[in-house]
């Protein structure tokens, strides 16, 4: 509702439709990944000498139900906001520094509600079932598969490689990962296809 004039605040609307649009962009294009690198059996990549391909089904439900949670209210609103403010919270979150630091405690709380619900981030293993921070435990090879899918679906909207991006990132990343688990995303990551998407705009 506008707090001004009263009724539905259209914009704040439009740009709730834009993040939801924009989710399902990102489902879709994981799914994609998932279906070229793991699904097909053309696909060359290797597990402990079997084709990826054989364990499909047991990766496919997981991708499918890819960051549902951000569609709960812990992440949807607070992700809206910050990625996807309107023009007057645009305004409050350049001139209001409370206001700011309110969004970004709210996009934290909502990051560390998104680690505790997927299990494709590598986070997901290093919490207790509180949310605390403890050592990091092997990632399940279904929850490495669809992380790469995650990747190569980021990858395809932004632009450029997932081995590239692995390349800049793995130090980073490692710091969450045991070396079982850090051996087995090396592994998977050298066999991916170079290639390098180009930007894609049509997810916002």
């Known amino acids: 509702m506008d707090p001004i ?10 740009k709730e439709e834009e993040y939801y649009a924009r989710i399902g962009f990102h489902r879709n294009n994981v799914y994609k990944a998932f279906v070229n690198l793991i699904k097909n059996p053309a696909s060359n990549i290797m597990i ?30 607070p992700y ?13 979150l350049d001139n209001d520094e409370e206001f700011a630091k309110k969004m970004m405690d709210d996009f934290e709380l909502a990051w560390k509600h998104h680690e505790k619900n997927n ?23 279904v929850a490495m598969l669809h992380m790469i899918c995650d990747w190569e ?13 692995w390349v800049a990132n793995r130090e980073d990343k490692s710091k969450y990962m045991t070396d079982n688990t850090l051996k087995f995303v ?15 705009k049509n997810g916002g």
């Open 186 to 200: 090396d592994m998977i990551i050298s066999q991916l296809p170079d290639i390098k998407y180009p930007v894609n």
């Open 5 to 14: 004039m009263g009724g539905i605040d259209t914009e704040l609307a439009k």
């Open 153 to 165: 679906g980021m990858s395809m909207e932004v632009g450029g490689c997932t081995k590239d991006w």
């Open 48 to 77: 402990y000498d079997k084709p990826v391909y054989l364990i499909a089904d047991k990766v496919e439900p997981d991708v499918r139900n890819h960051d549902m949670s951000k569609y709960s209210d812990e992440e949807f609103y």
């Open 80 to 92: 809206r906001l910050k990625w996807f403010p309107t023009a007057k919270e645009k305004i409050r």
């Open 119 to 141: 299990d494709h981030h590598p986070q997901y293993w290093c919490l207790d079932k509180d949310g605390e921070p403890t050592e990091p435990r092997d990632m399940s090879i």
